[in-house]
């Protein structure tokens, strides 16, 4: 299996990053990235040390390889990738959204379905195929983008002042298509191995430049990578700021540049009605953002840990008022994980056979996510006060034995935790609840899967009204004008 340090080293390949006006030479040497993507080694690390825990057997080679790139086909088996896809979380408290088992997941639900791929032409049934195993037996990491870029959310691509805004096919070759335009937003694509490109949004007749699913490497020609302001950039040490100095996977708009993309990398070619299907009729959707809340609930633990040992620390721990507080954060963090479970025991099997969580609790608490998440955040805020503010400006205040002394004398907890573990427990919280990290986090868990009134929508189609409208109507029976 690939090793952390083969992931370091395939880094340095000409990808085209640009940060404050200037091209990024290496990413692993890089400021904006060295923590992440050693944050990243360190888990491919992992998958070798707990591979019994986080791999499987492929059936192809014989070798272990991440569950995220499994088909479930047994309830057992999605125990397995949940359990798997837990300890990959917990190797940064769930910060990786879009950590190599994401999008992974989302191309194993498609190579479930080689045949919902090969409808409109065989060739593209075995490139899903084909391209799945490759990525499996290399354990490559893939980012995706499949939004267009914001500009107006009323028109579609073809309706844009510039037909080449939005990524879609620019030319054709006999040998595969020349790909124009921008799409967001690629977290993680800085880091990545591959861009996979779609369109999630709902596209009409005319589009069909755009109705594409592919993957690119992420240092093809012409791909160019324009993150956001990196939150590691400019910071004093991990010890100030030590979420976002190894946690930052970047969110980039991508621009493909006249990028070629042979033909047996497409696995949609100019098809609007499959380009959105390929989501639904495949389970890829559902094993995506199940691994999605798998990795949620680890950052919701985290979140109430964070909040128990604070409270600990200030001595309000046992306040009422605090022990509700805590309770009410508990309740939270105990729906995400509770509709994690209730989705996996009472999983269904689909009708290529394969074991999926049952929509209607994955889908119900995504549709909830983004008032939880903020609502968790705001909990934490509330028991911190002006606590993570209290804190020195850097860790040299630590360190200049004059100030030291200061801060060993003043700051204190009601439980003894020292100085210093206090000063590091408040730079955590703030990192999570108040800096521009914490912002980009809880954007991110507002619309990591969609906008939150597409989220809701998706609990709406899957909850499945059956059972409710039943007990409307039978108790609607049960009286009449003449009771
Ligand atoms: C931190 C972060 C990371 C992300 N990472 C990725 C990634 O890795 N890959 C990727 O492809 N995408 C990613 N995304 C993009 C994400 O998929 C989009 O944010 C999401 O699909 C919503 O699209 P949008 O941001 O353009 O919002 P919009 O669609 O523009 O919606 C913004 C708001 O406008 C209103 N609105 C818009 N359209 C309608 C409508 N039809 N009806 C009613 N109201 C409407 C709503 O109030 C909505 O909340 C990420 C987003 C964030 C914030």
Redo the contacts with the bound molecule.
């Keep these: 299996m690939r090793t952390g340090k083969e992931y370091l080293n395939s880094l340095d390949d000409g990808r085209e990053i640009y940060i404050e006006g200037k091209r990024v030479e290496n990413v692993v040497t890089h400021q904006a990235f060295s923590g992440v993507t050693q944050s990243v080694a360190n888990l491919y690390d992992k998958y070798i040390e707990q591979k019994d825990e986080m791999t499987f057997t492929s059936p192809d080679s014989g070798e272990s390889v991440p569950v995220s790139h499994m088909v479930p086909r047994s309830k057992e088996e999605l125990i397995h990738r949940r359990k798997g896809l837990s300890i990959s979380a917990d190797n940064t408290f769930g910060h990786l959204g ?1 950590s190599p088992d994401h999008v992974a997941s989302f191309i194993a639900g498609f190579a479930s379905d080689p045949d919902f791929f090969a409808e409109s032409d065989p060739k593209f049934g075995e490139n899903i195929t084909r391209f799945h195993k490759k990525i499996r037996e290399e354990n490559s990491y893939l ?5 267009p870029p ?1 500009i107006d ?1 009323t028109k579609t691509a073809q309706e844009l002042a510039d037909s080449h805004l939005a990524a879609g096919i620019y030319k054709e070759r006999d040998d595969g298509l020349v790909i124009r335009g921008a799409q ?4 993680a694509s800085t880091i990545a191995d591959y861009i996979f490109l779609t369109c999630m949004t709902p596209l009409k007749p005319g589009d069909e430049a755009y109705a594409v699913s592919l993957v690119v490497p992420v240092n093809a020609k012409g791909v160019k990578l324009y993150p956001r302001r990196c939150y590691a950039m400019g910071q004093p040490s991990v010890f100030d700021y030590p979420l976002s100095t190894r946690f930052d996977e970047t ?1 980039s708009l991508v621009i493909f540049n006249d990028v070629f993309v042979p033909w047996e990398d497409v696995f949609v070619y100019r098809d609007i009605k499959k380009v959105r299907e390929q989501f639904f009729r495949t389970p890829a959707h559902i094993l995506g953002n199940n691994q999605a809340q798998i990795r949620l609930v680890t950052k919701s633990k985290f979140l109430l840990g964070l909040a128990k040992k604070l409270t600990e620390t200030n001595g309000i721990d046992k306040l009422p008022p605090v022990m509700g507080q805590l309770g009410e954060l508990a309740s939270l963090v105990s729906i995400v994980e509770g509709m994690l479970l209730a989705s996996e025991a009472t999983a269904i099997t689909n009708p290529k056979g394969v074991v999926i969580p049952n929509p209607r609790f994955l889908y119900g608490v995504m549709g909830l996510q983004a008032e939880l998440y903020p609502r968790m955040i705001n909990i934490i805020r509330e028991l911190a006060g002006g606590g993570p503010l209290q804190v020195p400006s850097s860790v040299f205040e630590l360190q200049n034995e004059e100030t030291a002394a200061d801060m060993n004398h003043y700051i204190r907890s009601a439980n003894g935790t020292s100085a210093k573990d206090k000063i590091k427990l408040f730079k955590v919280i703030w990192e999570l609840t108040g800096s521009e990290f914490a912002g ?1 986090h809880q ?2 868990e507002m ?2 899967a ?4 597409v989220a809701r929508n998706y609990s709406f189609m899957n909850y499945g009204f059956e059972e409710a409208l039943e007990l409307v109507d039978q108790c609607l029976e049960g009286f009449d004008v003449s009771s």
Excluded: E
Aim: proline share 5%; aromatic share 22%; glycine share 10%.
């Design positions: 879009r980012s995706y983008v499949i939004i914001q959310r967001m937003l690629g977290t969110d980009r954007q991110y619309f990591y969609g906008a939150p009134f």
